[in-house]
């Protein structure tokens, strides 16, 4: 059975057809896992789970970007958004390494605002 947020709704996840978005609760941490591309197309689907993540006010909130096979703008912007919007009230942690994830964000400088870690076990340590 998947666990459910405090409305009775499933936890969630979203698939597009260059990727998905999954949200699942780890200890009191919402982990939010995507997949596949994350551009313009799967965007939204990370907003509307980062968003439901964040109402359910967990202690930690992580985005693994481990199964990202490109990093475009539109993605980047998401995680600013998780940063800085509404789900800011949650300490954000992303698990992003290598040239597909990593580089992007270091050449935009988001790697100095954002809490980078490099595998989702390291995120979870508080």
Known sequence: MSERD????PLGDAAGSAGSVALENRDGAAVVRVDGALDLALAPQL????????????????????????LASAGMAELVRAHRGPAASV???????????????????????????PSLS?????
């Open 122 to 126: 390291d995120a979870l340590v508080p």
């Open 91 to 117: 300490p954000l942690r992303v698990v992003a390494h290598g040239r597909i994830t990593l580089r992007p964000l270091e050449l935009t400088r988001l790697a100095d605002e954002l809490a980078i870690y």
């Open 47 to 70: 907003r509307r789970l980062t968003e439901r993540a964040a109402r359910l006010q967990p202690q930690l909130l992580v985005i693994d970007l481990t199964g990202v096979t490109f």
């Open 6 to 9: 405090v409305t009775g709704n």
